[in-house]
């Protein structure tokens, strides 16, 4: 919704961003809004940027530059794929994995649910993430 919070612990923060959806403006409405969401962040902070929408990394979140790691969901990898591939790939765009631009990385999760209740070689997840202090 366009807001963060700051997680403390010990001498330590970060920052965790939720950007509203921000689509691809044509079937999914771009209401995300990246100066809101981050708006008073001081600029040595961890970022953590919860996206639904993963192609708003390259539009909004990598030129801001703020936000260290992205995390997205949206395309569930089509619910479709053979022997690894899926037909998201001829879009181009960062659709699951991890992806890494400079300082900054997306990870985008093929997620549980989906458009209608069947998967094809799309195998849904839950990922945990640890991270560690460098």
């Given at each position: 919704?366009?807001?963060?919070?700051?997680?403390d612990?010990?001498?330590?923060?970060?920052?965790?961003a939720?950007m509203?959806?921000d689509?691809?403006?044509?079937?999914?409405?771009?209401?995300?809004?990246?100066?809101k969401t981050l708006k008073?962040?001081?600029?040595?902070?961890f970022?953590?940027?919860?996206e639904?929408?993963?192609?708003?990394?390259r539009?909004?979140?990598?030129?801001d530059?703020?936000?260290?790691?992205?995390?997205?969901g949206?395309?569930?990898?089509m619910?479709?794929?053979?022997?690894?591939?899926?037909?998201?790939?001829?879009?181009?765009?960062?659709?699951?994995?991890w992806?890494?631009?400079?300082?900054?990385?997306?990870?985008?999760?093929a997620?549980?649910?989906?458009?209608?209740?069947?998967?094809f070689?799309?195998?849904?997840?839950?990922?945990?993430?640890t991270?560690?202090?460098g």
């Amino acid at each position: 919704m366009n807001e963060h919070r700051y997680i403390d612990r010990e001498k330590s923060s970060i920052v965790i961003a939720g950007m509203e959806n921000d689509g691809d403006g044509i079937k999914f409405p771009q209401k995300g809004d990246i100066k809101k969401t981050l708006k008073g962040i001081k600029g040595d902070a961890f970022v953590i940027m919860l996206e639904h929408d993963p192609s708003s990394w390259r539009r909004k979140i990598i030129p801001d530059g703020r936000a260290q790691l992205t995390l997205s969901g949206h395309t569930h990898k089509m619910q479709f794929a053979l022997f690894g591939w899926s037909p998201m790939a001829l879009l181009g765009n960062e659709f699951n994995d991890w992806y890494t631009e400079g300082d900054q990385s997306l990870f985008v999760t093929a997620g549980l649910g989906g458009l209608i209740p069947f998967r094809f070689g799309a195998t849904g997840e839950i990922v945990v993430l640890t991270l560690r202090k460098g």
